[in-house]
């Protein structure tokens, strides 16, 4: 049979009568085959117990030892010489009530696997070891390494919803046993294989992410427990028949970095959001910005902007054109149309004077008019007269073409843009391409989650088209740009 395919038949039988506690039976079964620890968090009377007791069952031989932590409970009490015969699953209830030669215990057992007898180290083949208390640990009470330790939490309260609680009041006594056992051989092998589970480019991204909020809202995850989450994530992704860990094993980072009740929502927040902005083509936050550095660089090479004073041909009476000096009081205006279309060439052109009578301008004489020697003179019968200016003062953008040899260099960088999010591309179609079930089939996750991993992957390929559109159209503006000079504001003088 299937690793997987055992492990599934395993949960069915373990999840029988575990109303609204399949899920934390999954991970209780999932943190013990990695070697992880388990802290249950819960009123009295909500079933808490009976995770562990079906723990039990999913192994060959193992047994269960339960107490009751009290002020005076020694380490002797809970690690005998005898546990050294099978593999067990501690159920330690009231943690925080642990004294401090207890706590040490307990924190050689979750790092070593041993404890000390008679000045001697004894190793303790457990199989688990799963807390609980009805409160997160106190605070300078001493808790904070073995709260670090405890890898899973996860809270676990009344059954909510009618027809499950019904079911559960009227069920007769249920039965423990699981037929699926785990054999001793098989926890072996399967341990000494799980490190080899590969952890991709996108794993890891939405690992930093994670890792940067927990830091912005001040909540400490140590790097021993960094460690043991990514093994926790590899665990799963061997039990589900895979030698990659994937997104859907990423949602449960969730459970193993809140330290306070009030940041299950938060932490929950910013996992989801992780494995949504960083899931597929992870590279893509990483490119973008580089894109924005070359078009920072390709605007700081190609423009400039100084203050500038800028001669024009100033326009009155809205269409003309005003002759300084000119050869009579009746022939000071030229129209605008007619000055544009001049060359050095003459050409019979009227001109005119402003009639303030009828408050228009009159056209009168005709005058062989051509272009002057500037831009702001006409000859008229052969005598140059210059045309009325204003200057304006202002911000001038100068633009100019690049240097060939820098432009050689944006197009190599272009090309490798390209090639990125063509892979990037390539990706995200292998994605799409692929039956995306087994995303909604992970064991250990609610396939409910699977939503947030398949909108990221169409939301990415838009982004994706999107960038390398933006890639080409930057590409296609440095190429295009002309020696020129703009006023961008200007004021007269």
Known sequence: MAIKEKINALLAQAHEGMYEREEVMAL??????????????????????LIPRRLKYAYTNARMIEYLISGSTLPDELFRPDSETAGTVFFLNDIWKAGPDLQNALLRALNDKSFRLNEQEKPIPMK????????????????????????????????????????????????????????DEEYRVWN??????????????????IRECTKQHDIYVSDCRWRKIVRLLRTSAFLNGRDEIDLMDCFLIKHCIWSKIQQIPLVSQFVDAAIENYGV?????????????LRTEIAAETTSVKDAKIKTLELVYEDYYEVMNPPNAYNTLIRKSDFDKLTESNYLILLGYFNTISQRVDLINSYHIRKGTGPFGIFIEDKEYKLKITIQEG?????????PQIERQWDSRITSFLRSTAGMKEEIEQYRSKSLDHFRTNL????????????????????????MREIQELQKT?????????????QRR
């Open 28 to 49: 209780t079964l999932l943190a013990s085959i990695a070697g992880e620890s388990v802290f249950l968090l819960g009123p009295p009377g909500v079933a808490k117990s």
């Open 128 to 183: 688990a070891l799963i807390f609980a208390s009805n409160s997160a640990p106190p605070e300078d009470r001493g808790f904070d390494a073995l709260w670090d330790r405890i890898l899973v939490r996860f809270t676990v309260g009344n059954i909510e919803d009618l027809q499950k609680f019904d079911a559960m009041i009227s069920a007769p006594p249920g039965k423990d046993a699981v037929a699926d056992k785990i054999a």
């Open 192 to 209: 000494s294989r799980i490190d080899s589970v590969r952890i991709p480019q996108n794993a890891l991204n939405i690992i930093h992410s």
């Open 281 to 293: 083509a992870g590279d893509f936050v990483k490119l973008a910005d580089e894109l924005l550095a």
């Open 395 to 403: 911000k001038q953008q100068i633009t100019k073409k690049p240097d």
């Open 444 to 467: 250990f996750v609610k396939p409910e989650l699977a939503n947030i991993v398949e909108s990221h992957i169409t939301a990415m390929q838009n982004q994706i088209e999107q960038l």
């Open 478 to 490: 440095y190429k295009n740009i002309k020696d020129e000079e703009v006023m961008l504001e200007s």
